[in-house]
């Protein structure tokens, strides 16, 4: 994880407390689907789980995890070459990666804490990486960051939105 002061993001897995409806955010049409092709070789997106998650369906995480991973590689991919065809002297990386952390509550508001001395739970924190290790070394895999994303915001916000 890229984090502050170099200090790093400490995996963690711990019991859950409470369970956690997974079903909105599921069965939605993804952006892989939409989005089509990727011009790089391969993006690889990371998708760990932190916090208290073991009591939800295991296999409704599986299936969300996978669609995030899915769409998040889909995604990148589209940034990436937008941002190539913006920025002539930008070159294409042969790899880009993204790690996404699923999360509860609790645990995000552990690092919304530790990193922007707000001491709530919100639903994403992202952590990104700087450019200049690309330039300066011609790195042939751009190191994206991170993304932290509390399941317990996105069910709620998804039951609210529909």
Known sequence: MAAAAGKGLPFCLTR???????????GR????????????????????????????????????????????AAVVALALRRRASREPRYRLPAMATVSLVLCDDARIRELNFQYRNKDMPTDV?????????????????????????????????AEERG
């Not at 790089?40 to 995480?61: I, Y």
Request: proline share 3%; net charge negative; no cysteine.
């Open 29 to 72: 049409r993804g952006y892989a689907s939409q989005l089509g092709g990727t011009d790089l070789q391969s993006v690889e997106v990371d998708v760990l789980l932190e916090g208290a998650l073991t009591q939800h369906d295991s296999n409704a995480v599986d299936r969300l995890s996978e669609q995030l991973e899915e769409d998040a």
């Open 16 to 26: 859950v407390r409470r369970p956690l409806n997974l079903q909105p955010l599921l």
């Open 125 to 157: 924190l992202s952590f990104e990486m700087s450019d200049e290790l690309d330039g300066a070394m011609r790195l042939p895999v751009k190191l994206l960051g991170d993304l932290v994303i509390s399941l317990d915001a996105a069910a709620r916000q």
